[in-house]
T-cell receptor, first 113, second 114 residues
Framework: GDSVTQMEGPVTLSEEAFLTINCTYT??????LFWYVQYPGEGLQLLLK?????DKGSNKGFEATYRKETTSFHLEKGSVQVSDSAVYFC????????????FGKGITLSVRP | ETGVTQTPRHLVMGMTNKKSLKCEQH?????MYWYKQSAKKPLELMFV???????ENNSVPSRFSPECPNSSHLFLHLHTLQPEDSALYLC?????????????FGEGSRLTVL
């Protein structure tokens, strides 16, 4: 079945540091890929998505590229801020029209001033 | 007005109480979901309703009882819960039939069972 593997956390960075959060997936067909973010005390929000190979999703300075050859969708940001402290979830939706969303375990990012 | 609204945001209940969580979506979607988020555990999909019919029930104990009276509203009825049921319960909605359709989440209901 479909699965998503995220790097182990938590991750602690200083403000303005470069961020990479790794995500790899296993799926049949051509899944859509997502990054969700959960700020403290809130629900999950869609951060960005990509629906086909080589697509790049971007939002709020974050980027992720759909790499079919390496089955990866790593999240990057060039300069993190304290306000980026949150839990980040990688997810995929399989190739069928009514397939469900499969989440990774999530990783906690803490950014120090 | 946010897309997916959950009430109450916080709930404390005893093991013998009966309570309900409510979710309302204003996005015109045709599918709704309940997820459970516990500390140190992955997100758990509990129930899925598509076009007001339950299409998925992931071996959830019968002390959790969902209800979807229409495409905009979803309830989770709770009775005789256990302390290990304490968690954040997240509601979500999506437009089914669209492969790229992402889920839109509410802010969650934080449940504490004493």
């Amino acid at each position: 079945g479909d699965s998503v593997t995220q790097m182990e956390g938590p991750v602690t960075l200083s403000e303005e540091a470069f961020l990479t959060i790794n995500c790899t997936y296993t799926a049949t067909g051509y899944p859509s890929l997502f990054w969700y973010v959960q700020y403290p005390g809130e629900g999950l929000q869609l951060l960005l998505k990509a629906t086909k190979a080589d697509d790049k999703g971007s939002n709020k300075g974050f980027e992720a590229t759909y790499r079919k050859e390496t089955t990866s969708f790593h999240l990057e940001k060039g300069s993190v801020q304290v306000s980026d402290s949150a839990v980040y979830f990688c997810a995929l939706r399989g190739g069928g029209a009514n397939s469900k969303l499969t989440f990774g375990k999530g990783i906690t990012l803490s950014v120090r001033p | 007005e946010t897309g997916v609204t959950q009430t109450p945001r916080h709930l404390v209940m005893g093991m013998t109480n009966k309570k309900s969580l409510k979710c309302e979506q204003h996005l015109g979607h045709n599918a709704m979901y309940w997820y459970k988020q516990s500390a140190k555990k992955p997100l758990e999909l509990m129930f899925v309703y598509s076009l007001e019919e339950r299409v998925e029930n992931n071996s959830v104990p019968s002390r959790f009882s969902p209800e979807c009276p229409n495409s905009s509203h979803l309830f989770l009825h709770l009775h005789t819960l256990q302390p290990e049921d304490s968690a954040l319960y997240l509601c979500a909605s999506s437009q089914e039939g669209r492969r790229t359709g992402e889920l839109f989440f509410g802010e969650g209901s934080r449940l504490t069972v004493l």
